[in-house]
C-alpha cells in the first residue's frame, strides 16, 4: 500500500539470469573454526560508548513484502544515525530491489580465506541473500580493529534448524563461524526476526562479546513473530525500541515487553522473544545514543502524502479491518482538528478537539496514547483527513517515542494533557514536601496529592476511569508499573 520499490526492467532481469542473481555462482568461501569456549577479552570503556558499528542487514524470505520492509527500514534509521552506505550492507531475496546493474567480479586472496570468485558492490546496492554470498558479506565486516563492532539483522523464515535464504538455510553454526571471521571479538549484535529462531541465541552463538535478541523461542511461532500487512509484529516493536535507546541492552527490553504486550491485546499466546547478553558487552551503547542522551523527542513528525482517510483506510487485513474499521468510522465524524495513530499489530487511537485541543495536541495525545495502549512506538497515521506519506523504506514512518516512562518530570515532556494544562505541572514540580502525579490517558486530567494513592483518588473524583501514577516527588514511575 505503501510501497514504492522499482519493478526491474527486463534488461535487469537478463543480467540478473546471466549472473545467477548475482551471488549464487559463488562458492562457499572458508570459514574459521569455532572455538569450543571462547574466553571474554575485555572490551575498552571507549568502545562500549561509542562503537563504531559496521553491518548487514538481510531479509531471506520473498514470499511477503514484510521482511523486505523491516531491513529497508533499519537501514533508513542507521543511515539516519550516522552510518554511511559504505559501512551497511544490505540484502534482499525480493528481486524487484536487487540491484543488478551494480555488480562486478573480481578474484581476491585474502589470508583468512582461500583464494575464490568475490562479489563486490557499490556502496548502498541491495545484493540477493545466497548463503555464499551473505557469508562472504558477513568475513568482510572486518570490524576485528580497536573502536569496531558489528552489527548483523537478520529477518526471514524457518527453514529446518536455520533461517531461509534464497537458495540455502542459515544454520547457526555457519552464522558463528562467519561472525567469528568478519568480527572477532569485537562487540557483536545480532538480531534474527522469525518464527523458531530461539537456536539463535543459545549454544555456540552465545560468546562474551555478543548480544543477541530472537524474535522468538525455539518451536515457537505464532503472532508475535508473524506477519502483518507492513511489519511483522516483532520486528515493527524491534525498529521502534529504537530511536531514544542508549544501549543495546535497554533496545531488547523494549522489544520484549511491546511484543507481549501486543500479543496480549490480541488474546494471543507469546512466542517467548530470546535474548543473550554477553559478559563483555551488556553496556553497549547504540548509534542513536548521541541522540537520545539529547532528551526525549516532544513533538510529532508528520509529512502529509496524497490520500485522503477513508472508512476503510486502515492497514490491515480482514480480520483488524474488521476489528477496527468502527473506530475508522468514529474518526470521520471526530470534531477537527482530530487525529489517528496506530500500530500494524492492530492498536488505533484517536483524538479530536472537542475539550479544545489543538492541531499540535491532538496528534502529541494520539501518539502517547497509542504508545501506552500498545507498548511501543506508533504511526501517526492521519491528521484531519490527510494520510501520512510513505518514508524512503515504502512505508510511514514510525513516531519518536514521545511517551516518557522513566527520568525526571519536566512540564515539557509531561504526557496526556494539552499545552495549556503544562503550568499546573509547573505548580506541582514547584511544590515542596512529599508528593505524586496521577494522570488520566483518555481523559487529560491531572491529579496531585501527597502520596500516589492521594493523587489517583484526585484524579478519578474529576470523572476519569483509567489514571495512572505517573511520578512520586520528580521522579516518573510510569514504567514501574505492571
Not at 573502536?147 to 540455502?168: I, W
Not at 500487512?229 to 525498529?239: A, K, M, N, S, Y
Not at 484517536?350 to 500498545?374: F, H, I, K, M
Amino acid at each position: 500500500m505503501f510501497r514504492s520499490l522499482r519493478p526491474l526492467s527486463a534488461a535487469l532481469l537478463l543480467i540478473l539470469t546471466a549472473c545467477g542473481h548475482g551471488g549464487d555462482h559463488l562458492p562457499m568461501p572458508d570459514l574459521p573454526a569455532a572455538p569450543a569456549v571462547q574466553p571474554a577479552v575485555p572490551i575498552e570503556a571507549a568502545t562500549l560508548a561509542h562503537p563504531d558499528f559496521h553491518a548487514v542487514l538481510v531479509a531471506g524470505d520473498a514470499t511477503r513484502h514484510v521482511y523486505t520492509n523491516a531491513v529497508l527500514q533499519m537501514r533508513d534509521s542507521l543511515n539516519e544515525a550516522g552510518l554511511g552506505i559504505d559501512r551497511v550492507r544490505t540484502m534482499s531475496a525480493d528481486q524487484q530491489t536487487v540491484g543488478a546493474d551494480v555488480y562486478e567480479r573480481e578474484v581476491v586472496t585474502r589470508s583468512q580465506r582461500s583464494a575464490g570468485d568475490r562479489v563486490t558492490a557499490l556502496p548502498g546496492a541491495i545484493e540477493p541473500p545466497t548463503l555464499a554470498l551473505l557469508s562472504n558479506r558477513l568475513l568482510d565486516l572486518q570490524a576485528t580493529a580497536p573502536g569496531q563492532a558489528c552489527l548483523a539483522y537478520l529477518v526471514s523464515t524457518p527453514d529446518g534448524g536455520g533461517l531461509k535464504l534464497a537458495d540455502k538455510a542459515l544454520t547457526p553454526e555457519i552464522l558463528d563461524r562467519a561472525l567469528i571471521g568478519g568480527c572477532g571479538t569485537s562487540p557483536t549484535v545480532l538480531v534474527v526476526s522469525a518464527c523458531d529462531a530461539g537456536g539463535f541465541a543459545a549454544g555456540p552463538m552465545a560468546r562474551p562479546n555478543r548480544m543477541i535478541l530472537t524474535a522468538s523461542a525455539a518451536g515457537a511461532s505464532g503472532f508475535g513473530c508473524g506477519p502483518n500487512v507492513g511489519l511483522t509484529t516483532f520486528d515493527e516493536c524491534f525498529l521502534g525500541a529504537l530511536d531514544g535507546a542508549t544501549t543495546w541492552s535497554i533496545v531488547f527490553d523494549r522489544t520484549r515487553a511491546c511484543v507481549v504486550r501486543r500479543e496480549r491485546l490480541v488474546n494471543q499466546p507469546t512466542v517467548a522473544p530470546q535474548s543473550f547478553i554477553g559478559s563483555a558487552v551488556a553496556t553497549l551503547g547504540t548509534p542513536w545514543a548521541d541522540a537520545a542522551r539529547r532528551g526525549p523527542a516532544t513533538q510529532v513528525n508528520f509529512l502529509q502524502g496524497i490520500g485522503r482517510f477513508t472508512a476503510d483506510a486502515l492497514p490491515y487485513f480482514p480480520t483488524l479491518q474488521a476489528k477496527n474499521g468502527p473506530l475508522a468510522v468514529d474518526y470521520l465524524h471526530g470534531v477537527s482538528p482530530k487525529a489517528l495513530a496506530l500500530t500494524y499489530a492492530g492498536t488505533v487511537v484517536w483524538v479530536d478537539g472537542r475539550r479544545n485541543e489543538t492541531p499540535d495536541d491532538v496528534a502529541r495525545l494520539a501518539v502517547q496514547r497509542c504508545e501506552y495502549e500498545s507498548g511501543g512506538a506508533c504511526i501517526l497515521y492521519a491528521r484531519n483527513i490527510n494520510l501520512t506519506a510513505a518514508s524512503g523504506s515504502g512505508l510511514p514512518a514510525m513516531q519518536p517515542p514521545l511517551l516518557v516512562r522513566s527520568g525526571r518530570l519536566t512540564a515539557l515532556t509531561t504526557p496526556f494533557i494539552r499545552d495549556a494544562q503544562r503550568g499546573e505541572i509547573e505548580a506541582y514540580l514547584a511544590q515542596s514536601g512529599p508528593k505524586a502525579l496521577a494522570l488520566s490517558p483518555g481523559g487529560e486530567i491531572i491529579g496531585s496529592g501527597a502520596t500516589p494513592a492521594a493523587a489517583l483518588a484526585r484524579c478519578q473524583t474529576q470523572g476519569a476511569g483509567d489514571c495512572v501514577a505517573y511520578a512520586e516527588g520528580d521522579r516518573i514511575v510510569l514504567a514501574a508499573q505492571p
